[in-house]
């Protein structure tokens, strides 16, 4: 077993016997937006986030924090950044998974990013969007969240169909609802009862993109 997925198991552990009295294992997020790059979207991002975690077996509970506080044990903290990043020339990431963590789980994610995906300007306030179009930002957002969450909670899991997609597509993104494959789902209820994890192949970040179809926007 690597050091990374070695980690993971004691924090999920730590989850898991954290919330023992209460029958269910609860996932402690912490929201941080330094830059404010998802001001107004919060709430609809975090629901969605926390509905498609739900449907996976992962019962999650939110909180804000400021970007200088201390990381603690037991959780994963969503970054949100006011940045772009490219994985290769030409391929924009919505968001990332560092392949190890130090204290705690946590993700990035590049909002400027989302928010092209979806067909609008990568920088504004969520204030000036017509609200609909808000709402379609925010899913979008939540969705990337949970990929990148999932990621995080069990490394085992590579990317698939769905919402583990390598290129999540501007559909995807703002559709009625996106699918989760049922071994994603069983590979995460593993990681929450401790069970030991297998390694995935690829080394580095894994990463979510924007799929081919909207690259050609």
């Known amino acids: ?40 979207l919060e709430a609809v ?18 909180r804000r924090e400021n970007a200088d506080s201390l990381a603690r044990a037991g ?38 990013n989302v928010r092209a995906a979806i067909g609008l300007s990568p920088r504004g306030p969520a204030a000036s969007i017509e609200a609909s179009t808000a709402r379609a930002l925010g899913i979008a957002l939540g969705r990337v969240i949970a990929h990148e969450v999932v990621h995080a909670l069990a490394p085992a899991v590579p990317h698939g169909r769905g919402l583990m997609s390598a290129s999540l597509t501007r559909s995807q993104l703002t559709a009625w609802s996106i699918a ?3 071994s994603v789902l069983l590979s995460v209820q593993a990681a929450l009862r401790g069970d030991p994890l297998v390694p995935r192949s690829e080394p580095g970040v894994m990463a979510a993109a924007v799929g081919g179809e909207d690259l050609r926007r």
């Open 1 to 40: 077993m690597s050091t990374r997925c070695s980690v993971v198991v004691v924090i999920l552990a730590s989850f898991v016997a954290a919330s023992a009295g209460a029958g269910e294992a609860r996932v402690p997020l912490v929201w941080l937006d330094p830059a404010g790059a998802a001001v107004g």
């Open 75 to 112: 959780e994963v903290r969503v970054i949100l950044l006011d940045r772009g990043a490219q994985r290769g020339p030409g391929t924009p990431v919505l968001g990332a998974t560092p392949p190890r963590f130090e204290v705690a789980p946590f993700v990035w994610v590049h909002v400027p």
């Open 180 to 182: 989760i494959e049922e």
């Open 45 to 62: 991002a975090r629901e969605e986030a926390r509905s498609l975690l739900a449907k996976m077996g992962v019962a999650v509970a939110w």
